[in-house]
């Protein structure tokens, strides 16, 4: 941690962007990935591009959820601490909020404006999740050889059935070896 | 989006149904935990398995009923569905179970993996590994992509991929951030499927 380094303000800075992300984030955390990397590259300054991308990558490849990149970003913006409140930020208000929605669902489950409002935002996601596409392979990927993998993953993964999983494998070898 | 979502309902998502298959918070913890440490690429799948193939805890129709639930709520559909899941069973010692079994494990691993990624990543190796995953995990979400625009393509493509395409755009070009982009842009999607759904 460098000097001037303000951990109670990281802290709060992470508790209040992750918190109000994850409640406006329908369709799941990647809708709301590209505000995340604006956050935390361009305006809090907690990690660099490449960082974001290799965060992203570890949570990918680690057991749980793929949203935990969120205790990882936590973890870089303020340490172990940072680590704890950037999960539960992320966790524990939408967690809430799905407590609270389930005792009156049934009342409006089949509502009209219920489920207009579920269809009409996924266009509007799905717009997000592209943007997110484009940061993501954008921060990943700075050689002719990371183009390649990353357009083998998503060869393989939308246009035949075998799992895209044995690639990743085979990426950090290369790129262990020093060619991507 | 989904045609059952226009069935009437055949269950109450808070109440358990009176068959033998309600599981104790501890049972309910240990699926959960196990969901979470297999889940590879899309949890979901995963809860599924868990949760109507081999316990058979739900329902397929119950699954998807809750699934459209989570997926209505913002945040993480798979916590979303800890949380409901639990509840439906045994109440907040359920959800808190199920939630819990679900974050902090990968958490602590999470963390091993921070501690592990500060002290190690400058090493030529591990960043150059770093660089082939980081391409990986970035094909990986371009597949994620490719079947959202697949499945938003089989439903009024005419009017859902301008839309989809002009949120992209203005995000993309920092011109709105996400939260301005849903205020512009979800009132008037939102308007057109109401419209079209009459």
């Given at each position: 941690m460098?000097a001037?380094?303000?951990?109670?303000?990281?802290?709060?800075?992470?508790?209040?962007?992750?918190?109000g992300l994850a409640?406006?984030?329908?369709?799941?955390?990647?809708?709301?990935l590209p505000?995340l990397?604006?956050?935390?590259?361009?305006?809090?300054?907690w990690?660099?591009?490449?960082?974001?991308?290799?965060?992203?990558?570890?949570?990918?490849?680690?057991?749980?959820?793929?949203f935990?990149?969120?205790?990882?970003?936590?973890?870089?913006?303020?340490?172990?601490?940072?680590?704890?409140?950037?999960?539960?930020?992320?966790?524990?208000?939408?967690?809430?909020?799905?407590?609270?929605?389930?005792?009156?669902?049934?009342?409006?489950?089949?509502?009209?404006?219920?489920?207009?409002?579920?269809?009409?935002?996924?266009?509007?996601?799905?717009?997000?999740?592209?943007?997110?596409?484009?940061?993501?392979?954008?921060?990943?990927d700075?050689?002719?050889?990371?183009?390649a993998?990353?357009?083998?993953?998503?060869?393989?993964?939308t246009?035949?059935?075998?799992?895209?999983?044995?690639?990743?494998a085979?990426?950090?070898?290369?790129?262990?070896?020093?060619l991507? | 989006?989904?045609?059952?979502?226009?069935?009437?309902?055949?269950f109450?998502?808070?109440?358990?149904?009176?068959?033998?298959?309600?599981?104790?918070?501890?049972?309910?913890?240990?699926?959960?935990?196990?969901?979470t440490m297999?889940?590879?690429?899309?949890a979901?799948?995963?809860v599924?398995?868990?949760?109507?193939?081999?316990?058979?805890?739900?329902?397929?129709?119950?699954?998807?009923?809750?699934?459209?639930?989570?997926?209505?709520?913002?945040?993480?559909?798979?916590?979303?569905?800890?949380v409901?899941?639990?509840?439906?069973?045994?109440g907040?010692?359920?959800?808190v179970?199920?939630?819990?079994?679900?974050?902090?494990?990968?958490?602590?691993?999470?963390?091993?993996?921070?501690?592990?990624?500060?002290?190690i990543?400058?090493?030529a190796?591990?960043?150059?590994?770093?660089n082939?995953l980081?391409?990986?995990?970035?094909?990986?979400?371009?597949?994620?992509?490719?079947?959202?625009?697949?499945?938003?393509?089989?439903?009024?493509?005419?009017?859902?991929?301008?839309?989809?395409?002009?949120?992209?755009a203005?995000?993309?070009?920092?011109v709105?951030?996400?939260?301005?982009?849903?205020?512009?842009?979800?009132p008037i999607?939102?308007?057109?499927a109401?419209?079209?759904?009459?």
């Amino acid at each position: 941690m460098h000097a001037g380094y303000d951990f109670w303000g990281a802290l709060y800075a992470l508790f209040t962007r992750v918190s109000g992300l994850a409640l406006i984030s329908f369709g799941g955390v990647n809708t709301v990935l590209p505000a995340l990397h604006h956050q935390a590259v361009n305006e809090q300054h907690w990690m660099t591009d490449r960082d974001f991308a290799n965060l992203f990558a570890l949570a990918s490849v680690s057991p749980g959820p793929n949203f935990m990149v969120l205790t990882l970003i936590g973890f870089k913006a303020a340490g172990i601490v940072g680590a704890i409140v950037a999960t539960f930020a992320l966790c524990i208000p939408t967690s809430l909020l799905a407590f609270a929605v389930v005792k009156v669902w049934d009342r409006f489950k089949t509502a009209h404006w219920r489920m207009a409002i579920q269809e009409g935002l996924v266009p509007v996601t799905v717009g997000f999740v592209a943007a997110a596409a484009v940061l993501l392979v954008r921060a990943s990927d700075n050689s002719i050889a990371a183009y390649a993998i990353t357009a083998a993953v998503a060869i393989v993964g939308t246009l035949t059935r075998f799992s895209p999983l044995w690639i990743f494998a085979i990426s950090a070898i290369v790129g262990a070896l020093g060619l991507v | 989006m989904t045609s059952w979502a226009r069935q009437p309902p055949a269950f109450a998502l808070v109440e358990a149904p009176g068959t033998p298959n309600v599981p104790t918070t501890r049972e309910i913890f240990f699926t959960f935990f196990r969901i979470t440490m297999l889940a590879f690429g899309g949890a979901i799948a995963w809860v599924h398995r868990g949760l109507v193939v081999d316990r058979k805890w739900l329902t397929e129709r119950e699954f998807a009923e809750t699934l459209s639930l989570c997926q209505f709520l913002p945040g993480p559909n798979i916590t979303n569905f800890a949380v409901v899941v639990g509840m439906r069973f045994r109440g907040v010692r359920g959800a808190v179970a199920a939630l819990a079994a679900l974050i902090v494990p990968p958490m602590f691993i999470l963390i091993g993996i921070g501690v592990l990624y500060e002290r190690i990543a400058h090493v030529a190796a591990v960043r150059g590994a770093l660089n082939g995953l980081s391409a990986a995990a970035a094909g990986l979400f371009v597949v994620l992509l490719v079947n959202l625009l697949r499945s938003l393509a089989r439903s009024r493509p005419a009017v859902n991929l301008p839309i989809a395409a002009a949120s992209f755009a203005a995000v993309l070009s920092g011109v709105f951030s996400i939260p301005l982009a849903l205020i512009a842009l979800g009132p008037i999607s939102i308007a057109v499927a109401w419209f079209r759904r009459r």
